[in-house]
């Protein structure tokens, strides 16, 4: 499972979750190989985990940032995280090669805005994996999120993403991700936003990764703070299911 350094932007705690979900115990695994991976978790798996990276902000401003990673599975088609919940409403035969579709709802991200209450962003997105083989596989999705703001009208983007996991060398994988978004009501029309990174499956369990982002997103000319809002950063992560 792993997406700017906000919830729109790099949907990091969804990329994350994307890489992390393996194995609950000898009797229900997941496998190893991040390119098959589906994007929900086992039923009664956990994962937790963190990244920490350091990055520019679009003030200019440098800093550091610690993003928890946390998810459970209610059952094997739905999963439950930091910020939402996610439906798997179409599943790749035993994990393997072919198309899986899931569904996903809720809190996208909050942002700070300049002498009034915070924004806060709910997005509805459908999210799919396509497997061509066990080394390379394709992600895409689309999301709608609607930003209620008390100050201001509210907003409102359409977010649409492309990405790809592939099997470099034995345990350690590449992945990447493209994210297009039409913004509605916003000073800008739309924005750009890119991630790419290295994961290694220490065990059946645990992963270990790097990871390089960019985002043209200019919170302060959209009338928010600057703070969490990243231009560009890179960080590391490590991830744990039992």
Known sequence: MMKKLTATHLLLPSLLLAICTGAASAQALSPSNLVERPLVLKDGEVAIGGAAFYGEQTDGDDKWRLLPVLGYGLTDTVTIGFGGV???????????????????LGLSDVREVAQADDSYGVGLDLSGKYVLSTDTALT??????????????NRAE???????????????SMFGQYTYSDLHDFVEDNSH???????YTLSKQSDIGVFATYSD?????????AKDVFEKAAGVYYTYRF
């Open 140 to 153: 895409f999705g689309a999301a709608y999120i609607h930003w209620q703001e008390d100050e201001r009208d």
């Open 86 to 104: 996610r439906y798997q409403f179409m599943e790749r035969q035993q994990d393997k090669t072919g198309l899986e579709m899931t569904l996903g």
């Open 158 to 172: 359409v977010a649409l993403s492309l990405g790809f996991e592939q099997r470099v060398y034995g345990q350690l």
């Open 217 to 225: 997103f200019d919170a302060q000319a959209n009338g928010y703070q």
């Open 193 to 199: 936003a890119g991630t790419l990174g290295l994961n």
